[in-house]
């Protein structure tokens, strides 16, 4: 039905398509999912849909533990994750840098309250459990009116 030359052009240009086809084979294969891989995927969805679902099902929310009111130049360390808020409230004027870090004292500056301008009101940031932290001012006047809260988060 074909020549000679046509019945091996044919034969080659289905070897070379069987090459691609097993190098697109190779390339595709890492990437299907394995039934292990499939298997364990479907078991943290259930358990975390069941976790979603116990929360869902709870009448009244998970009571976080009540946050407290700090002072400036106080070294604290965070018993738990929360978020620090120090603000200007009125008074006499200062600037006050509130450090979080792991070293006693804490050295990385996170945020600033200028109370001589406009703006920089307010600083805040998250502390992680173990952390220290301090609204730390060079001021050395009394009755700084700033005010600073921790909150937990978890």
Do not use: C
Request: glycine share 8%; net charge positive.
């Amino acid at each position: 039905m074909f020549g000679a030359e046509r019945q091996e052009a044919l034969e080659n240009r289905i070897a070379e398509l069987e090459r691609a086809v097993q190098t697109l084979t190779a390339h595709a294969g890492p990437a299907r999912p394995k039934p292990a891989d499939t298997a364990r995927l479907e078991a943290l969805t259930a358990r975390a849909e069941a976790a979603a679902a116990v929360l869902h099902s709870r009448d009244s929310p998970v009571p976080l533990a009540d946050g407290f009111e700090g002072r400036i130049d106080t070294l604290y360390r965070a018993e738990v994750t929360g978020f620090v808020a120090v603000y200007f409230v009125t008074g006499r004027t200062a600037k006050v840098q509130l450090l979080i870090g792991t070293t006693n004292p804490p050295t990385r500056v996170v945020g600033v309250v200028d109370s001589r301008g406009s703006h920089q009101s307010y600083a805040g940031g998250i502390v992680r459990a173990g952390e220290y932290w301090a609204a730390a001012s060079a001021s050395r006047r009394p009755n700084l009116d700033f005010r600073v809260h921790f909150t937990p988060l978890f």
